[in-house]
């Protein structure tokens, strides 16, 4: 695996573990495990105040390249049958279990939400079904050839400050992280370059400081703790999420480098697995803990359940590939 590679996994892994810990911990909260409100309120809304827009800026690196690659049929098919098709899969599987355990979670699901995930998705799937739309905008833009990139941005530029006020279809969320994903087309060979950098580990300490100072300053001083994707604070959360990403790339390309916490390019490599299964495996564990063991300490709540909701997924995927059934995460021909 090229060292490229290397980092956008080691990216994608910090960006899951950031990802669960933001929804185990709302989930948590929500159901009813005495987190402290302040600390949740702070830390629900740096979370998401840039990690999205990260796995997004990620997900643009490489689109250019897998185009060209693939031709436009062969690129859109290979996006069905890796984004489509398991986001079918395991919407079905997910709301199919929260409508049987609907007493035990967050939102609980009916069978109308069911029918439903063909065009409305439920719960974190919204951004399989956003990614998806913005894998299709490319296609369609370069169609425009030369101009195709700078007309992408413009329009993901007028979609962020703008977006489509229509909640179906993951519309929303794609109006306002278009201009993410735009970005990884655009900045890709900055950041491919980038890695030739030996970035000093004082200025990937800074970057994060000044992520988490900033995220604290924010939510402290200037805004009521929220989650600013689709709010009223558009400039923050592009502020927010520009030193995101960069702070999780320099953190990334700098673990990458020295091959320290290999558990990340793991992880980064299951990320889309851990992504589709994390929730039933991570609230199925706080239900053994509450429901058998009857735990209510939020902190061990939160890592047993982050862990669980790694660990389970890549097992699930193991344990799949050991039967020879490839069909839980891919559609494979």
Known sequence: MNTRANWVDYGKGIGIILMIYGHLLSSAYHGGIKVPEHFFALSD??????????FFFLSGLFVENSFRKRGAKVYLLD?????AYPYIIWSILQVSVEVIFSDHTQKGATISDLLAVIYRPWGQFWFLYALLLMYVTYAIFNKLGKYATPLMLITAIVLYFYPIPINMMALGSYSIHLIFFTSGIIFRKRFVEAEKLNIPIWVVILLLAALIGSGYFIFENLVEPMRLAGRSHPFY?????????????????????????????????????????HMLAGVGIRMVLLLVFNIQNWIIHILVGVT????????????????????????KK
């Open 45 to 54: 809304s740096i979370i998401y105040g840039f990690h999205m827009p990260f």
């Open 79 to 83: 996006k069905f049958s890796r984004i």
């Open 237 to 277: 959360y592009l502020y927010l999420s520009i030193l995101g990403i960069i702070a999780c790339t320099a953190l990334a390309q700098y673990l990458s480098k020295r091959n320290v916490a290999q558990f990340l390019q793991t992880l980064g490599a299951y990320s889309l697995q851990i992504y589709l299964v």
């Open 308 to 331: 669980f909701a790694l660990v389970i997924p890549i097992l699930t995927q193991k344990i799949s590939d050991r039967l020879g059934f490839p069909y839980l995460f891919e559609l």
